[in-house]
């Protein structure tokens, strides 16, 4: 079995559990849920995370929450944004001076800035796990 599929039945057994409702579900839940994320599944990470957020099915672990959401987020990388960038200025290069080549480079700064953003708030979370 692929650890995709073993990721995703896992996933699936955990989401068969009333784990925002039900106590004794969430603690059954979050060990499934932790396991899928272990495996890399997005959707898991992302509930394993508000689960230890909140406290559900296990100890609050808020620091750690962060950190397992921004590595659901970061596991997709800022590659393609930076991408995208670029695709944003070819395009809006071989545009003549128009409103379109005005929103074109208004949409590749804005790019960039989320690129910039986006690692401050990498290095935040990256910081947030030595304490």
Known sequence: MSKATEAEELYQ???KYNWRDLPGDAALARPLFASAA?????????????????????????????SIAWQAFAANDLEPLQQLDE???SYADGLDDSPEKMRALNAADKAEKAIELLRYVSGYVKGLSGK
């Open 38 to 66: 272990n495996l890399g599944h997005f959707q898991a990470k992302c509930d394993l995370a508000g689960m230890m957020f909140q406290g559900h099915g296990g100890p609050k672990e808020q620091t750690t929450a962060m």
């Open 87 to 89: 695709l944003l200025h």
């Open 13 to 15: 057994q955990a989401k």
